[in-house]
């Protein structure tokens, strides 16, 4: 059960991580680019953590999936960025990729 703890933190870290990269303005701002800093090593690290139980190609898959679902959710939601049918509908296809990785394939460790 922890494996996949730590993979959502490593993939909520991911995202507030990429998320502060625009507020950062190419890290000419303190505190938006220590929370760049800070997401991404926490990321790494809980990734790392994961990948002791779940394969690497299976936990990266997920891992930048759901993060790029969620920062695109993100930026949509608080950033003002439109998303128009096609990037629902890929984003729609990322989650469902995941889905069928975790509820159908023998590759990830259940």
Not at 3 to 21: D, F, M, N, Q, R
Not at 88 to 95: P, Q, S, Y
Request: hydrophobic share 60%; net charge positive; with cysteine.
């Amino acid at each position: 059960m922890h494996k996949w703890l730590y993979l959502l933190v490593a993939i909520i870290s991911e995202v507030a991580g990429t998320t502060a990269l625009k507020s950062a303005e190419g890290f000419t701002r303190l505190w938006p680019s220590c929370v760049v800093v800070a997401g991404y090593a926490s990321a790494f690290y809980f990734l790392s953590l994961t990948l002791k139980a779940i394969p690497v190609g299976i936990a990266y898959a997920i891992w930048s999936g759901l993060g790029t679902a969620l920062v695109a959710v993100v930026a949509w939601v608080f950033m003002g960025q439109r998303l128009d049918l096609p990037a629902v509908f890929g984003i729609l296809l990322i989650i469902a990729g995941v889905l069928v990785l975790n509820l159908c394939s023998t590759s990830a460790t259940h």
